[in-house]
């Protein structure tokens, strides 16, 4: 059998794994993801995730699964905010909104001749978020590690949302089940539930 690799540092995606019973290790790309020119954010991610996949398989040799995860509202593109008071102004701007959540991901089984990449899509509709609820959010939560400052694995975060539609799992792990548990199937994993 041959091994995953996890071509992220993402907590969310390593639980998710766990979860799923997957045997898997962690190689990190350390990708420069504004070295991918797109502006389509539906392409955008899944090429960075591919980028992200390839550059891993250079040097390691197995099941290299990646992803890469943002938010696009008001036509601006969130990803990580570089410190709380950029996290605040990006939650003052989800806050009432629509916002659309973009998961590229990527699954390469050289052996298997599996070379997969997709870009999962989830619609968010974003409850009213109160300016003291927001003070005390980011000083709570590790804001500045997740893109547009929220993840929606967090129970408090899912009470920020009114409404989704599209993927789950690629919303509130970065990891969309929908394409990741049949590619592992074809690459002979099956996932078996586990206690957490």
């Not at 938010?71 to 909104?97: F, I, R, W």
């Not at 997709?118 to 997740?146: G, H, L, N, Q």
Request: hydrophobic fraction near 40%; charge should be positive; include cysteine.
């Amino acid at each position: 059998m041959q091994k995953i690799i996890l071509a992220s540092k993402s907590k969310n995606r390593q639980k998710l794994l766990k979860a799923l019973g997957i045997p898997f290790k962690i190689v990190v790309s350390d990708l420069d993801e504004k070295k991918i020119a797109e502006t389509n954010p539906k392409n955008r991610a899944a090429k960075i995730a591919l980028a992200k996949a390839e550059k891993v398989a250079e040097k390691n040799k197995g099941i290299i699964i990646s992803g890469d995860t943002f938010t696009v509202c008001q036509n601006q593109v969130l990803e990580k905010p570089k410190d709380l008071n950029e996290a605040k102004q990006m939650l003052k701007q989800l806050s009432g909104n629509r916002a659309v959540c973009y998961t590229g991901f990527c699954f390469l089984d050289k052996i298997n001749q599996i070379n997969f990449s997709e870009t999962a899509i989830t619609k968010i509709v974003f409850r009213k978020i109160y300016e003291e609820e927001i003070k005390k959010y980011v000083k709570r939560f590790p804001v500045t590690s997740w893109a547009a400052a929220y993840a929606a694995s967090e129970l408090y975060v899912l009470g920020l949302i009114e409404n989704i539609s599209g993927s789950l799992t690629g919303l509130t792990h970065g990891l969309p089940t929908e394409f990741l548990i049949p590619l592992l199937k074809k690459s002979g994993y099956q996932p078996k539930p586990i206690e957490l």
